[in-house]
């Protein structure tokens, strides 16, 4: 397939061609994807999707590339990246904030705003879509707590909106996610706060993350979900796995919950750490560590 048609058909958007996903993941891991496009627009979007389906090229969407692993060998057919679009609005006690934007910034402008209800997501490194796409969470609320409602692409090209009830959110998971269906905006419902309130309780979560995690390294975020009855991390540092390594890719010191890149490791490092790491949780415990990180792309060639 020669991706340069994607180039010379859309002008107008951003594309680039054998571009390494390492320069965009969280991770700083990475194959290269044939071609990479950014959108500026719900209009762009679609001229995206509709030209791979008239090539007959896959599309896969990166959102904010944070809780993810792109393997090796990259992704082959067409890769959306969608952090061009960041629009935010308010309309009275909502926020309809673009699917490219990023969730800390929709929780600042809320603060600005003095509606509360996002504070638990003031860290969380993620895009609006990524977030909607697997219910992200942290300090006890979950994007379902606030979403009113999404509007999203399908695969066919048609713009929908979906309601709460149809987002059908569940742990780390959403009707997007089920249906393949691509994020365009997102309505968030809140309440009226207290300014320097809600700036308190941000800064409080923010401080308690930077204790606990490994913010100052590349990682892709929590790695496993939380298994019923247990913590990942409590369950793997009691494996003793706090600092093991393959290649760059480490257990970290900081939180056993995240695997960090310490020295130029690749996605096959981050892979070979997690399969041990689940290898050895189960003969400990008899838990199998499910993952939360998105693995996409294909294995490397030899």
Known sequence: MNYQVLVDDLPEIEIYLNEPLSKYTHTKTGGPADALAFPKSVGQT?????????????????????????????????TLILTRMKKMERHENQIVAESGAAIIEVTKFAQKNSLTGLEFAAGIPGSVGGAVFMNAGAYGGDIKDVVFGAEVLTRDNQVIYLNH???????????????????????????????????????HLNELRAQKQ??????CGSVFKRPEGHFAGKLIHDSGLQGFQIGGAQVSTKHAGFIVNVDHATATDYLNVIKHVQETVFNDSGIHLETEVRIIGDDPQN
Do not use: C
């Open 165 to 203: 009830d149809e987002l059908d959110f569940g742990y780390r998971h959403s009707s997007v996610q089920a249906n393949d269906q691509i994020v365009l905006s997102a309505t968030f419902n809140l309440e009226v706060g207290i300014a320097n309130k809600i700036q308190e309780e941000m800064d």
């Open 46 to 78: 679609q001229a995206l999707l509709s030209k791979a389906n008239e090539l007959e090229i896959p599309v896969t969407v990166l959102g904010n590339a944070s809780n993810l692993i792109v393997k090796d060998g990259g992704i082959r057919g067409l």
């Open 214 to 219: 490994p913010l100052e390294l590349p990682s």
